[in-house]
Nanobody
Framework: QVRFVESGGDLVQPGGSLRLSCAVSGISSRFATMAWFRQAPGKQREFVASITLGDKTNITDSMRGRFTISRDNAKNMVYLQMNNLKSEDTAVYYC?????WGQGTQVTVSS
C-alpha cells in the first residue's frame, strides 16, 4: 500500500526556514519522481518542486533559490527545505507520486 506521511510544518516568521519531510512507504522513492505541491486557503493546489529518478530537480520559478527538494534513498524520505519564507508561502504542503497524496502538513508564515 502506497502511503506518504508529511511532517515538519509549523508557524514561522517571515524570513524563517523550515524543512518538510515526507516518509514514503509502499514504493521505493529512489525509483519514482516525487513531488511537493501546496494549497493555500481558497486557492487551487499548485506544484512546488519535483525530483526525478536521476535526482534532477525542478522548482517553481517563484520558489527557485529559496526552496530545495532532496531525498534520502536509504531512509525512503523526501524533503523540502524552505528558506526565506514569505507570507504567501502559507499553505498545506503535500507529498505526491502519480495519483497518491499524503495528508499534508500546515505551514503558516506570519509575524
Amino acid at each position: 500500500q502506497v502511503r506518504f506521511v508529511e511532517s515538519g510544518g509549523d508557524l514561522v516568521q517571515p524570513g524563517g526556514s523550515l524543512r518538510l519531510s515526507c516518509a514514503v512507504s509502499g514504493i521505493s522513492s529512489r525509483f519514482a519522481t516525487m513531488a511537493w505541491f501546496r494549497q493555500a486557503p481558497g486557492k487551487q493546489r499548485e506544484f512546488v518542486a519535483s525530483i526525478t529518478l536521476g535526482d534532477k530537480t525542478n522548482i517553481t520559478d517563484s520558489m527557485r533559490g529559496r526552496f530545495t527538494i532532496s531525498r534520502d534513498n536509504a531512509k525512503n524520505m523526501v524533503y523540502l527545505q524552505m528558506n526565506n519564507l514569505k507570507s504567501e508561502d502559507t499553505a498545506v504542503y503535500y507529498c505526491n507520486w502519480q495519483d497518491y497524496w499524503g495528508q499534508g502538513t500546515q505551514v503558516t508564515v506570519s509575524s
